[in-house]
């Protein structure tokens, strides 16, 4: 398994004290993305689905540990990857496929699709189909919360690919000059779309957030209480008016780029892909740890497992019933 | 214009004194408003627009930013989504090149995109026009490029009159406005009431009323129109100049009506001419006048070349009154 920098990783023996309600519902929340993303698959293998989506399965540990430390009117930005951001945050699986279907009753009324589901309700500023794009409206929320010292804090999901975009190391440079209570978040799963990050990414990633003074620590992204206690942590600090932090989650994709990238042998081995399922999963982990340390049972979370599976199973059916918007929609909204 | 008669007390502005008194109002009326963009705060921006700003308002409303026009304006999107109403200056419209992403694929479509959930107001104010002798890559007039995306809307004031009034309207609006200001207007003195008054986005204005022929024209373009005007009533035509003031909403009624009045037709803008304003704006008079026109509408705009430096060759590239006028008596056959 590679980890993204060679300098130590924040680990689970930092957790703060989580309640098992806590604990229960970040299981809860793991597995429903977990499940979203395998319904959404088979959505799109169906052809029920118009265009593409881009799957989140493998990375569950990092938006549900970040999540679970945000307060509802907290913000997040997301990204092309961003299912796992929205159910995190708080979105309702039901509308959130009628969204990837197109369809009246979807987050967007189907305008925006799987790269764009936003919910002022949760907070959610929306998921960015450009990489990097969200970078300036997370730093501008960020900055909105500061002048109205409302309290808010903005977490900034991004993945690894975004560190190749100019606009990331302007709004934190900003964001470190003002103290915005910002959260850059990466998601490193290793690969731009096609490519290694190793070919994209010269140097430390940490080193970068770092020459701004912001403070930066790296995570296993699999371990969803470590994502948890550290995140809390920068939180905190942000919360209390001292400023961004970086966080590089280290992660793993277990699908393609999108759906449709199914023969993935020419950038990544299936080995590589197998041993980061069956040794690294984040669910299956956080699973053992919760009936090792007798917080859980396996009926337990079986029973969680079974509710999930309904409430997916009646989401989409509602998403599949639902009607498309009607024509005369397709100029509104245009202009506020 | 108001009607002097009345109580209102006038004075002269020049054009750069009128956007900061626009500014100022907002700010104290709305404690939202506040300012983003480089050298904004103790140097006013290099053309002074803003001298004073931060002295009254203090540092955390009219903010300093690095030279990072895509950061900069992002935050602007983004805390506009979340309860301020930015007004983000980017110096030279040229520069619009460095922040399309933020303003075309972000701020246009946030609230189409969102199902009408989130709202954008934020206005971006930037400059526009040559004859500055700045050469290439600081003089071009590029407001085409946002009246083609839906989601913004774009404003090109012509007066101190329009740039107070017009601004005041884009900055209550909830929809991302891009504010256009020729850096060759900000000493155009024009009279300003002291009372209050806004000018809604999408209302068009004429500034010279004739029968015999209209010429449409924006910004700048505007004074030359009006100095084309005065030669042609010399050669007995007598000619309408109309200020569309927003490229988009468009006022396509007071266009029409004026070209099925005077069957003639000039479009005059200082964008480049090849797939510029003038070509859409002639196309909707052309649409909606054509059986009450005598000749195709004309349309000039600047050539087809990046803006030289050297001043007898940058002179040539802008529309000019002569090039007006001899257009004008041309197309009415006199």
Known sequence: MSTATQRPQSNAAASLQLSKDQLLRMYHRMYSIRQFEEHANDLYLRALMPGLTHLYEGEEAVAVGICEALRPDDYITSTHRGHGHCLAKGAKPDRMFAELLGKEAGYCRGKGGSMHIADPATGNLGANAIVGGSTGIATGAAFAAKQLGNGRVCVCFFGEGALGQGVLYEVMNMAQLWKLPVIYTCENNMYNEYTHYSETTAGEVLARPAAFGIPAESVDGQDVRAVNAVASRMIARARAGEGPSFLLCNTYRYRGHHVGDINREYYRAKQEEQRWSTERDPIKLFADWLIQQKLSGSAELERIQSEVDAEMKAAVEFAIASPYPPINQVDQDVYA | ?334
């Open chain 2, 1 to 334: 214009m108001p009607n002097t008669a009345t109580q209102t007390e006038v004075r002269e502005l020049t054009f750069a004194e009128a956007i900061r008194e626009a500014l100022a109002e907002e700010m104290r009326r709305d404690p939202r408003v506040c300012i983003l963009g480089e050298d904004v705060a103790e140097a006013g921006t290099p053309f002074k627009v803003l001298s004073g700003l931060v002295e009254e308002f203090g540092k955390q409303r009219v903010m300093d930013t690095p030279i990072s026009e895509p950061g900069f304006t992002g935050i602007g999107v983004g805390a506009a989504m979340t309860g301020l109403r930015p007004v983000v200056d980017i110096m030279f419209g040229d520069f619009l090149t460095l922040i399309m992403d933020q303003i075309v694929n972000q701020a246009a479509k946030i609230h189409y995109m969102s199902g009408g959930t989130w709202k954008v107001p934020m206005v971006l104010r930037t400059t526009m026009g040559a004859s500055r002798r700045s050469a290439a890559q600081h003089s071009q007039s590029l407001h085409a490029w946002p009246s083609h995306i839906p989601g913004l809307k774009v404003v090109l004031p012509s007066t101190p009159y329009d740039a107070k009034g017009l601004l005041k309207s884009a900055i209550r609006d909830d929809n991302p406005v891009i504010f256009f200001e020729d850096k060759m207007m900000y000493r155009l003195k024009g009279p300003v009431p002291t009372e209050e008054y806004t000018i809604p986005l999408g209302v068009a204005d004429i500034k010279r009323e004739g029968s015999d022929i209209t010429l449409v024209a924006t910004s700048s373009m505007v004074q030359v129109a009006l100095g084309a005007a005065k030669m042609l009533e010399e050669s007995g035509i007598s000619a309408e100049v109309i200020d569309p003031r927003t490229m988009w909403p468009l006022d396509e009624k007071t266009l029409i009506e004026s070209a099925k009045k005077t069957s003639h037709v000039i479009v005059i803008d200082e964008g480049y001419y090849r797939y510029g304003v003038t070509a859409e704006i002639a196309s909707v008079i052309a649409e909606g006048a054509f059986y009450n026109l005598d000749g195709p509408v004309k349309r000039i705009g600047a050539m087809h070349v990046p803006i030289p430096f050297s001043p007898p060759l940058e002179d040539a590239t802008i529309p000019s009154e002569q090039q007006v006028a001899e257009a004008a008596r041309e197309l009415c056959g006199k």
